[in-house]
């Protein structure tokens, strides 16, 4: 039965009119698979079928180099290059750029230790989406243009568009005439995202300060966002060398402070004897 549903999909047609890509598909048989398993949980089952994804899937995960970001950044248009920009800095999710409203944006730095104001994230899929997201010095000071020429809005999209919504709603085409432009490997546009998560993570964040960030339900989805490069693995035993080196000063700065007490110790204790004779 899931295979005739899996070759039943694969001929239907998504909005567009085109085939329903692979990655729709394997969506699709996650909902399916974790509905049977469910299933199994309450009782209704005995067992759920194992469901395979469908190989071919393009991965999102690629991360952009600082050379790449720059080209596409140069190649795009205005509101596509300010929306990356937002996308790489923060590590928002595209939809999350698209819906932001303009009194979800905060320019004052709250908290200490703040420096650029936050984005607020108001709804998501689970109650960790709900959260604010530090800015950029860079994001800031794009936010902030785009603030003062929508005449410093109450309520808004950041991002209008003549749609009927009203605000961006697809930025699929866009990003491939820009990467034309750039020269730049084909990447979704969700690798913007996978990009500033795994930025995070080589500038030493660890996984729980990116589960806040990025809004994830469990902090084994940010530690896929920790990739070990060889600079970071060589970076971290250059940090261990450095921990062992101090750990030794100071049991070599103690062992010298022991033995400049001893001595003291024995005069006084002979000096005493010497009293109670």
């Known amino acids: 039965m899931v295979a005739e549903y899996v070759a039943q999909r694969r001929t239907a047609k998504g909005r567009t009119g085109k085939p329903l890509a692979i990655a729709s598909l394997n969506r699709e048989l996650e909902v399916l698979r974790r509905g049977l398993r469910l299933a199994v949980e309450w009782k209704v089952l005995q067992r759920s079928p194992k469901i395979s994804k469908l190989r071919g899937e393009r991965k999102r995960d690629r991360i952009l180099a600082h050379e790449e970001e720059q080209s596409y950044l140069s190649a795009a248009c205005p509101l596509l290059r300010d929306i990356a920009t937002v996308l790489i800095d923060t590590g928002l999710q595209p939809g999350n750029v698209s819906v932001c409203l303009g009194h979800h944006v905060q320019f004052s730095p709250a908290g200490a230790g703040a420096k650029y104001g936050f984005v607020h994230i108001p709804a998501g899929k689970t109650d960790f989406a709900i959260r604010n997201v530090p800015l950029t010095a860079r994001a800031k000071a794009l936010?902030?243009?785009?603030?003062?020429?929508?005449?410093?809005?109450?309520?808004?999209?950041?991002?209008?568009?003549?749609?009927?919504?009203?605000?961006?709603?697809?930025?699929?085409?866009?990003?491939?005439?820009?990467?034309?432009?750039?020269?730049?490997?084909?990447?979704?546009v969700y690798c913007f995202?996978?990009?500033?998560?795994?930025?995070?993570?080589?500038?030493?964040?660890?996984?729980?300060?990116?589960?806040?960030?990025?809004?994830?339900?469990?902090?084994?989805?940010?530690q896929r966002y920790q990739h070990p490069t060889p600079e970071r693995i060589e970076s971290a035993f250059t940090a261990l060398e450095s921990y062992n080196r101090r750990k030794e000063s100071e049991l070599e700065e103690q062992g010298q402070a022991t033995r400049s007490i001893v001595p003291t110790i024995s005069t006084t204790v002979a000096f005493k004897a010497e009293d109670s004779q």
Do not use: C
């Open 193 to 222: 995202r996978h990009t500033a998560l795994t930025r995070l993570g080589e500038a030493g964040a660890d996984a729980f300060a990116i589960q806040r960030i990025a809004g994830h339900s469990s902090v084994l989805i940010s």
């Open 143 to 188: 936010l902030e243009v785009r603030y003062e020429q929508q005449g410093r809005p109450v309520e808004g999209w950041v991002f209008p568009a003549p749609t009927k919504t009203g605000r961006v709603q697809s930025m699929q085409s866009q990003p491939r005439r820009a990467l034309k432009r750039s020269g730049v490997n084909r990447f979704e």
